[in-house]
């Protein structure tokens, strides 16, 4: 069992920049890849970013790349989302999701995943 705790999460105009956090419980953090994910109102949950178990490689939701890293610490048990040059579209719950894996793989589909945070607010004003 993981569990999943978002943070990080605010209103910030547009250009502006913010750092999400995913605090997970556990001691099999490093054994999960990790994703986030977002939902903005009336639409579905898509893939935004996603990392591997070790970090070593990344992969990206074509309209976050080059604005959006994600990254992750093992040994603090977290991934991070920073996100810069944000946009109104950018506006919606930020969701970060852990998948249990022996391998070290990319994981982009929603439906992989089973651990899910409670979600952060992420607004951007115009």
């Known amino acids: 069992q993981v569990q999943l705790v978002e943070s990080g999460g605010g209103l910030v105009q547009a250009g502006g920049s913010l750092r999400l956090s995913c605090a997970a419980s556990?001691?099999?953090?490093?054994?999960?890849?990790m994703g986030w994910f977002r939902q903005a109102p009336g639409k579905e949950r898509e893939f935004v970013a996603a990392?591997?178990?070790?970090?070593?490689?990344?992969y990206y939701a074509d309209f976050v790349k080059g604005r959006f890293t994600i990254s992750r610490d093992n040994a603090k048990n977290t991934v991070y989302l920073k996100m810069n040059s944000l946009k109104p579209e950018d506006t919606a719950v930020y969701y970060c999701?852990?998948?249990?894996?022996?391998?070290?793989?990319?994981?982009?589909?929603?439906?992989?995943?089973?651990?899910w945070g409670q979600g952060t607010q992420v607004t951007v004003s115009s």
């Open positions: 990392i591997t178990r070790s970090g070593g490689s990344t």
């Open positions: 999701a852990a998948h249990s894996t022996a391998y070290y793989i990319i994981v982009t589909q929603l439906e992989k995943y089973s651990y």
């Open positions: 556990g001691r099999t953090f490093s054994s999960n890849a």
